[in-house]
């Protein structure tokens, strides 16, 4: 195949219903100001990670995510408590092995994510 193609990620985009909403619960989770570009579009630019932009869809989630954000977090309880106060849900309970331990979690419109220690 050849060599590399010269790109680089400049945002992660999520198709969601209501795009300000999630601009301002990940803006609440990783920092940086959410900005509504349009009603069908926002974004926040988190500090030392790539922009995440929300893109209004008319179509609902229907399966699980075949990608996902894995957070660091220094207390997995207490991130994953503070994260349900803002809107998030977990999904099953804290999973632990020899690696480490984590905790899936959806936002406010179902898109998973992991908190991990």
Known sequence: MGGLVPARVSEIVFDCAEPAALARFWATMLGGEPVEREPDWAYVDPPGFVRMAF???PEGKQVKNR??????ADGITDASAAAVRLGASL?????SDEQGSFQVLRDPE????????
């Open 55 to 57: 893109q209004r869809v």
């Open 67 to 72: 990608l996902h954000l894995d957070l660091e």
């Open 91 to 95: 999904v099953g309970g804290i999973v």
């Open 110 to 117: 179902g898109n998973e994510f992991c908190f991990c220690e």
